[in-house]
Structure formats: structure tokens, C-alpha cells
């Protein structure tokens, strides 16, 4: 069912764009995940993000991401983007949305979406601040069959 | 013996470049490919030891060959979103 977008580009993003996409008169309901830029982490102060990916397979894996969701969630429709390059606080680096029948699948598929993109996207960022320059690493990457076996065990 | 090319991103791409480039023989597999990498950049060998390894934009385990054809990336731990 319904990928209705799913991009990696030039940030930062315009949020009611991706809310407006999953519309449709059969949907009562809309998740809408937005991601900004925060002025502080781990103690320190952050005054910008710049966000750099392997961009070729982090679209392979939004994608990917998106088709599994709409193959769990069938009625859903959903859509996700990311972007890219230099970013200041307040400003909106990802956006997931979910749009359903009644809510409960909405919900459940946003935060599927989202979760994957932590998860697995090819992407990473390097704040900048009065205390300094440092790349932020949150998640190791993982094969498929190893998040697989995890999932199962 | 075969030249790789793998491409790095984020603190790897600034400590080694965007490409690093090496021999490995014939029929290595990605856990030998970190070693090697990790063996060419001893200051970074924890950042390399941490990072994952994909082919052809697939994330693969330690013991998939990988060979001069293929796009081979090592990628350190993820902060998107």
C-alpha cells in the first residue's frame, strides 16, 4: 500500500509539506514525527548540526523502511524525509508522517518509520558549539540478519 | 593482489579521506577488510573496529566476501534524525 514519498535532501525541512502528502479522504488520523535541531547535547551547547550521509543507500534504506511499514500496516499511508547539510537550532532535520483510518494505526506506523530511520539510515551528524566540534554516534550499524535474529530470540 | 577502494563517511571520512584504498587478496572477507583498514590507521583502529562495513549498500556480517567490484563503505555508528 501507499509510499507516498520518501527523500533525502537538501535541509532543512518544511513539515506541513509531508502532513499535507499522506492526506486522503479515507483517513481520519495523522501521526506527524518531526526531528529538529536541539541547543544542547550530552552537557554541551549546540548551536548548529551539519548532517552528512551515504546518500545512495540511505535512500535504498528509506525506502525500504517505508515498504515494510506499508506491508505491516496495509491502510496506512506514509511517508518519511531527511535532510542533509548545515542546520541551526529549531530547524527540522527529519519528518515521519502517518495517515490511517482511526488513529491507533497511525500511531503504530510513525513509530515504526521512525524507529527504523534511528535505526538503521546511513546518516550522521557533527554539532557545533561553544564547547566545541564533535560527530554524535548513537547506533552502530547492524546486517539485517543479525536485527533479525534479535528480533526473534 | 586486487586494489579496494572503500569509501568512509563522517569521523572516519575526516580522519582518512573519503577513499582509502588497499590490496587485500583474492576471496577476503569484510572482517579482514576492517583489520586491514584498521591496520593502515592505527590511530582510528577503535573507530574502525566500531564501524560496520556495507557492500553494494547492503550491510553485511564478517565473513561475505568482498572483492575489487564491489561499492564497499565502512560506516561508523549512525546519528540520524
Known amino acids: 500500500m501507499p509510499v507516498i514519498r520518501s527523500e533525502v535532501i537538501e535541509g532543512p525541512l518544511d513539515p506541513a509539506l509531508w502532513w499535507l502528502q499522506v492526506q486522503d ?3 481520519g488520523a495523522t501521526v506527524l ?11 554541551n551547547r549546540v548551536v548548529r548540526l551539519e548532517y552528512e550521509a551515504y546518500r545512495s543507500m540511505a535512500e535504498e534504506v528509506m525506502e525500504e523502511v517505508l515498504t515494510e511499514t506499508a506491508r505491516r500496516w496495509p491502510e496506512v499511508r506514509v511517508a518519511a524525509g531527511h535532510a542533509l547539510g548545515s542546520m541551526e537550532v529549531g530547524e527540522v532535520s527529519v519528518v515521519a508522517a502517518a495517515s ?7 500511531f503504530g506506523a510513525c513509530r515504526h518509520i521512525i ?13 557545533f558549539g561553544p564547547d566545541g566540534e564533535r560527530w554524535q554516534e548513537e547506533v552502530p550499524l547492524r546486517p539485517a540478519e543479525e536485527r533479525r535474529d534479535e528480533e526473534s530470540g | 593482489m586486487p586494489l579496494l577502494t572503500v569509501h568512509c563517511y563522517a569521523a572516519l571520512r575526516e580522519a582518512a ?12 572477507t ?14 582510528h583502529a577503535a573507530l574502525v573496529e566500531r564501524s ?12 561475505e ?9 565502512l560506516l561508523p555508528p549512525v546519528s540520524g534524525g
Open chain 1, 25 to 27: 479522504p479515507s483517513c
Open chain 1, 33 to 43: 514525527m518531526t526531528g529538529q535541531v536541539r541547543d544542547h547535547h550530552q552537557g
Open chain 1, 100 to 106: 490511517a483510518a482511526h488513529r491507533s494505526e497511525a
Open chain 1, 115 to 127: 524507529d527504523g530511520l534511528k535505526e538503521r539510515l546511513p546518516v550522521w551528524k557533527k554539532e
Open chain 2, 17 to 28: 579521506g573519503a577513499r582509502v584504498e588497499l590490496e587485500l587478496p583474492a576471496g577476503s
Open chain 2, 30 to 43: 569484510a572482517g579482514e577488510l576492517k583489520r586491514a583498514v584498521a591496520e593502515q590507521l592505527p590511530d
Open chain 2, 52 to 63: 560496520a562495513v556495507a557492500v553494494n549498500r547492503r550491510l553485511v556480517g564478517p565473513t
Open chain 2, 65 to 73: 566476501t568482498v572483492g575489487p567490484e564491489d561499492e564497499i563503505a
